[in-house]
């Protein structure tokens, strides 16, 4: 679960010019593979059944000059609802000015769940973003513009960050939603890995 291996780019991009209203120079994305076999059915203990249904393989997180784009992976996704639960729960956390933000993207209640989420684990406004669970293509995506990522981390009480700053400590989380949410797996990025908004 913690051990792992880069598997493509660790390349840093900047962002600044779209933040300021100009045409971004660049593109760019970083990403990394999970162990596989190592979602466990309940609870993450080491050396129990690999439970597939939430194991993650690999997560990406990229910008195509207008939106951070968030994913993780899951082969072996279920169509329906996996059992035991009523759904399934990701939490997509990353780290920026040493203050810690995620994405949850969920099942929760009968319907679909999307919150952003920042210090204390309260809910942050974040215009225009969007999680959903993507069976079809066996992921999770969360999309965020860089503009409103920038309107949150210029919120003073949220986080003393500026446009350019660097993403830190990305991790995602697989959950199974029964009464509370279960974790099956843990996909953290290698150290080190980082990237700029």
């Not at 962002?15 to 994305?29: D, E, K, M, R, V």
């Not at 979602?39 to 129990?48: L, W």
């Not at 513009?145 to 500026?162: C, F, I, R």
Request: aromatic share 12%.
């Amino acid at each position: 679960m913690r051990n792992r291996s880069v598997r493509a780019l660790l390349v840093a991009f900047t962002a600044i010019g779209l933040l300021l209203g100009s045409t971004p120079a660049n593109a760019a994305s970083v990403s990394w593979e999970d162990e596989e076999g190592d979602a466990t059915y309940f609870f993450v203990v080491p050396g129990t059944p690999n439970e597939k249904a939430f194991d993650i393989t690999t997560v990406t997180l990229a910008s195509d000059g207008t939106n951070f784009t968030y994913e993780a992976v899951v082969p072996e996704m279920t169509e329906g609802h996996p059992s035991p639960a009523y759904g399934y729960f990701f939490r997509l956390y990353f780290t920026v000015a040493g203050t810690e933000f995620y994405f949850r993207v969920g099942e929760w209640q009968g319907g679909e769940h999307f919150e952003f989420r920042g210090p204390g684990d309260t809910a942050v406004e974040c215009k225009d973003c969007t999680g959903v669970i993507d069976r079809e293509g066996k992921r999770v995506v969360a999309t965020a513009p860089l503009s409103s990522l920038t309107e949150v981390l210029k919120a003073g009480e949220y986080a003393d960050a500026a446009p350019g700053e660097e993403v830190t400590a990305p991790e995602v989380i697989s959950q199974r939603y029964i009464t509370a949410t279960l974790t099956a797996d843990i996909a953290a990025a290698p150290e080190g890995t980082a990237f700029t908004l």
